[in-house]
C-alpha cells in the first residue's frame, strides 16, 4: 500500500491567490494512498523543504507529491530534498498548480477544484513510481577525428593538448585535406601551405594522436562514453615502418600517366606515389587499381607484369600481398570532419542533381573549376604558380569567373548558398590580376556575399584595386570559338546581353558533402540534410553536437564552412570533448525503455522509429543454449527516453520508464474522478 | 433457374502437384501445406508423404490464407521443418509482410506461387463454382497481385479478371462515408456491440502474430475485456488501426468472424487512409516499407492545429 | 470566464502533451498571465512520440467530453523525429476515428512550441469553446457497460443486427 504525502505550496501569494491551498490539502489527504497531506507558505524554502524532510521520517513515505510550480522549475529541488531523506528520488512528482492553474485562472472555486485534480492526477501516477537509480556510464577518455583536412587537424590538436589520446583517421593517403591544395588564403592572401604544414606535422609528431592514413570506418558500435570503432585500414602495399619516403620506388614507376588528385588532374603522378611533396606521412602509397603489376594480376597473368618498385628499394619496404587490415579503436568522442568536395559540373550526374552540360566543364581544357585554378595559381602547382592556361600553357588575357554554378540553383538541384566561392574568386581575380598585369579578369555573380571580419574589404579590393570587372548576371552559355571561348552572359543592372572571348574560364562550382557521408552518417547514428550535410542538433544551440551523444562535427561536413570557421567549429568539438572528458562517469536519468523479453516478438518496429538507434536486436537461446528466436533490445546508454518506440510497439512490450504504461493509464484513470 | 455453373479447376494443379511432390521426394522441404477437397469445400492440408501430393488442389473454393501457419509461434508448424507454402497473390503479400517484420527467414519457407483468377467469398462449398458478381470475395475484383512475384514456383496460366462484385469494397466503404457522422456511429457500435470476444479475426490474420496481444495486457489494462460496447469498442478499433499499413485485405479476419462484423471495410478505409495519406499499398516486396514507422518531412497535417 | 460551479454543461477535456514543447508552452503561458478557460487537464510525456491512440480511446472511456494532442512543431522535435512518427499514427487514428463516427472536433492536434504561451492559450479556449458547442460526449459515454442493455440479439451469426438505416443495412451485408 502507497503512502504517499503530499504538499501544497502557496507560492507566497502566487498559488494562494487562486486557490485555496489549505482546500486542496484537505480533499487530497482523503484521497486512497494519501498518508500525509499539508499546506505551506514557501515549500522550496529551507523550511519548506524540512518539511518535506520530515514528514518523508515520520510517516515512511513511500512517495511524495508537491503541488507546486512546473516540474521544470523545482523537480529538482524536491528530488534532492527526497534523497537526502532517504527516499528514492524518483518517487517524487510535481503536481503544477502554479503555471497551469493559479496563474491562468482567476475564479477562486475553480482553481481550487482544477489544483485538486492536478494534484490527484499525479498522486495516482506516484502510485506507479518504481525507485530507479540513475544510470552511470563510464567514460573511455579517448577521441577519434574522423577526417584529416584543417577541421580535423586543429580538432585532434585541441583534444590532444588536453591530455587525452586522439586516433585520427584519414581516408587519404595524407592529412591537410583541401587547405592543402590551396595557394593563398582570404582574406589575408598568407600562403595556405606555409600556415597549414607546420600543423600537420605537429599533428604527426604530437606524443597523443595515433595517425590512420589511407583509412576508412568500417562500423561504429557503442555509445558515447563508450564506442568500439572498426577502421579499416586499406592495403597500401608500403611498410610504413620500414620505408623513409626516400622516392626510389616512384623514380622507377613505369605507370606515370595518372592524373594527380593533388593537382585537380592538371599534372601526372606514377601508381606508387606520395600525394604531395609536404604529405604527412611522408610515405607513398601504392594505387593499385593503376598500378601495371596489379592490373597483370587483375587480368589473371601468372607472372607478375612489373615489380621495379620492390625491386628499387633499398629498405625492403614494399609488399604486394598486404591485405586490408582491420584495427577496432575504443574511444569516448567522435568528432566528425570529412569535409567537402566540390560539385562536378560536367554532363553525367547523381540522381536527384542536373550538372551544367552548357558550360562545358570537363569537355574543353581551359573551362577549369576553382581548386584547379588554386593549383595553377600555387607556387608549388604543375605551372609553379605562373598563370597559363592548361590546353596550350599560354597565359591568358581574359579570364572570366562565374559564380554560384550549382549553388543557389535549385533547378540544379542545390538551392543553398556554399558560402566561401564569392570570397575565393575574388581572391582568384587579384592572385590573376597580381600575376598578369595586362589581363582581364571577369567575374559574373548573383550577388556579393562577403560577410566575415576583414572579408567585405577583401572583395572590394579586388574590383577597385586590382579592377577586376564584375557583372550582375548569370551565364548562359560557354564554347570554344577557335582561340577563345565565348562566354554569353546578361548584365542584370545594363539590362544587356554580354558576350566576352576568354582564354581561360574558371567555375565557382558548389560545395557539396564529401563522397561517403551519408554512409557515414547512418553508421554513427546522425541524419543527413537533404542536401546531404550532417545535421548538428540544434541549429543555434548546439551546432557543433549531432543528435548521438557524443558524436561531434567540425568542418565543412556540415555545412560549406571556410578555414576560419572550420577551425572555430574544430576548436569547440575540442571544447565539448574536452569536457565531456572531465568526468569518469556521465550521469543519466533512467528515463530510458525497457523491452519485456517475455512478449516481445522481435518485430524490430521500435527499432526502425527510435531517432537515436538505441535498439538492437538481441537473440534469445533455450536452457540448453540453442538460439531460438530474438526480441529487441535497448542499449540504456543510448536511449534518450522519448517513448516512441513504446508507441508503435502493438503488443506494448516496451515500457519507458519514468513514463509508463502504467503510470499514464493511472493518471487518464484518475480523470473519472472529476466531479 | 439454374445455380452457377460449376468452375474448373484453375491450370497449374498438375504442375502444383509434381513441384510438392518433387520438393518432398528431394527433402528439400519436410512439409507442403496447402488446400485439399472437402466435403465441404476446400480445406487446409498439410503434406509430408510425396504420394500424398496428388491430394492438393486450386480453385475458386481456395480462400484460406495459409501464411498464418508461419507465424513464429505456431511452433507446432515450424517443429516440421522447412515449410513448402502454396500461396495466391493476397497471400504472398501476407508472407511479405512477415519477413519486413523479421518473423520469417526467406529460406525457411519455399513459396508455390498460383496464378490466381479470384475465389469465392465462402469457401465452403462442395464444388468449385464459375465467379460470378454474387458470389464473389469482393476484395478480388480490381486485385492487383493475381500473379505473385514473392515466389520460388510460379504455377498455373494467367487468368482473366474476376468479375466486379454486385457492391465493391470501395463503394461500400463510400456509402458509409456518406452517411452523416451519427448514422455511422450508431452503425458501428451496432457492428462492434454483436462482438464476442472470440478472437478469431486476430487468431486467423496472418500478421496478428504478437506473443501476447495487446488485449490480453491486463497491467494496465487498456481494452477492457468483456465483451460489452465499450471494450468491444475499443478492441475492434485496436485491431484495425494495428493492422494499418500490414494488412494485405486477405479477409480472413471476417470470413471467420462468428457474428458477421463486416471487418473488411475497417480493414480497407485503413488502406484507404495509408494509400491517400502515403501513397502506400500493401505489396508482396518485403523491401517496400511499411509506412507506420516511416515518415517524410511533408507529411499531410492539415487535421493539426 | 467559465466557472465550474455554474449549471451550464462544463467540459472535461484531456491533454497530452510532450514536455519540451507544448508544456513549457503552458507554462509559459502561465508565467505570463495568460487567463484561458480551467477545463483542460494536463498530462505530461516525454514527446508525442510516446503518445498512443490508446491513451485518447481511454480518456472518452473515462469520461472525457474532448482531448487535446499537442507537441512540437515539425523539425523542433526534441528527439529529432518523434512527432513526425506520431503525426502519421494521429493522421490514421483522426481518420479512422472519423470513419467510425467520432466528431473530429472531439480531438485537437496541435503543435505548440515552448514560445507560443499564447497559442497554447488559444486551443485551449478553442477546444473548450467546441466541445461546449458538441455538449457531452454521451454517445460515449452510453457505452459503458451499465449503460448497456443485455445481448441486442441472438448471436446466430451472420446478419447484421437490429433495425437500422438501409444504406447502413446494405453496406454491411
Ligand atoms: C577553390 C577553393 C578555394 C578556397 N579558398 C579558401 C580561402 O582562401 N580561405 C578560406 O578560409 N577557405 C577557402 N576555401 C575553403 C576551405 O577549403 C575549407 O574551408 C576547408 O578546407 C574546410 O576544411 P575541412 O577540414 O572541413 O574539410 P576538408 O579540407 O575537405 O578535409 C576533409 C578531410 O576528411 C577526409 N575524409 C573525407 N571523408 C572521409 C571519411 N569517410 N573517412 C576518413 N576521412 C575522410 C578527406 O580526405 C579530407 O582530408 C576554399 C575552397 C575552395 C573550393
Ligand atoms: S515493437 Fe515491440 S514486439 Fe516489436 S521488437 Fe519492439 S518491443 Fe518487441
Ligand atoms: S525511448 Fe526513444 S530513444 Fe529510447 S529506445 Fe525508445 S525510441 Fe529509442
Ligand atoms: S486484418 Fe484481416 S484482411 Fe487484413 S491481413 Fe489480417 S486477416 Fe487478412
Ligand atoms: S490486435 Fe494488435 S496486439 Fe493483438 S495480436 Fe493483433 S497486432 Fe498484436
Ligand atoms: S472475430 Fe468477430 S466476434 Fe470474434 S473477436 Fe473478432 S470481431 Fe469480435
Redesign the interface.
Known sequence: MSRIGVFVCHCGENIGRTVDCAAVAEALKDHPGVAHSEDYKYMCSDPGQALVKKAIEEHNLTGVVVAACSPHMHEKTFRRACDQAGLNKFMCEMANIREHCSWIHEDREDATAKAIDIGRTIIEKVKHNRPLEVIKIPVTKRAMVIGGGIAGIQAALDIADGGHEVVLVEKEASIGGHMSQLSETFPTLDCSQCILTPRMVEAYQHPNIKLHTWSEIEKVDGYIGNFEVTVRKKARSVDLDLCNGCGDCWAVCPSKRIPSEFDAGLSNRTAIYVPFPQAVPNQPVLDRENCTLFKGRAKGLKKDACGKCKDACLKNAIDYDTEDEFVVEEVGAIVVATGYKLYDVGREQPEGLKGYGEYGYGEDPDIIDGLQFERIASASGPTGGEILRPSDGKEPKTVVFVHCVGSRDIDKGMAYCSKICCMYNAKHAMLYKHKVHDGRAVAFYMDIRANGKGYDEFSRRAIEEDHAEYVRGRVSRIFRDGDKLKVWGFDTLNDEQVIIDADMVVLATAIRPNDGVKELAQKLSCSVDVDGFINEAHPKLRPVETNTAGVFLAGACQAPRDIPDAVAMASATGAKVLSLFSTDELEREPAVAVVDERTCIGCMRCALVCPYGAIEQREICTVDGQVCGHTAYVNPGVCQGCGTCQAVCLSNSIDLQTFTDEQVYSEINALCMWE | MTGPAIAPAYAGVDELRRVARELLESGEVRVIIGWEDARRGARPVFITDPAEADKLIFDTRCVHNLVTYLDPRRDHVSELGRIGLVVKGCDAKAVAGLLRESQLSRDHVVLIGMRCGGVLEEGELPEPLALTPENVAPRCYGCDNREPTLTDHLLGEPQPEPPRPVMTIDERVAALDDLPLEERWAFWTEQFSKCVRCYACRQVCPLCICERCIVEKTQPLWIESAAHPRGNFSWNLTRAIHLAGRCVDCGECERFCPVGIPLSLLNRKLQQIVHDRYGYTASDDPENAAPIGDYRLDDQQEFIK | ?????SDTFEP?I?AFVCNWCT??G??????S????A?NV???????T???????I???F????DGVIVSGCH??DC?????N?????????????????????RRM????VSASEGAKW?D?VN?TVANIRELGPYE?YRA???DA?EPW??A?D??????D??P??K???S
Open positions: 470566464m467559465n466557472s465550474q460551479h472535461r484531456t508544456y513549457t503552458a507554462d509559459l503561458a502561465g508565467t498571465r495568460l487567463h484561458m480551467s487537464r494536463i498530462i505530461r510525456l516525454p514527446c512520440g510516446r503518445i498512443d491512440p490508446l491513451f480511446v481511454k480518456a472511456e473515462r469520461g472525457a515539425p523539425a526534441h528527439y529529432t523525429s518523434g513526425y512518427h506520431a503525426r502519421r499514427r494521429f493522421a490514421v487514428f483522426h481518420d479512422i476515428m472519423q470513419f467510425l463516427g467520432v466528431d473530429p485537437t492536434f496541435s503543435w492559450k486551443v478553442e454517445a457505452l459503458a457497460p448497456v441486442p440479439e448471436v451469426g451472420l446478419t447484421p443486427a437490429g437500422q438505416e444504406a447502413a446494405e453496406v454491411a
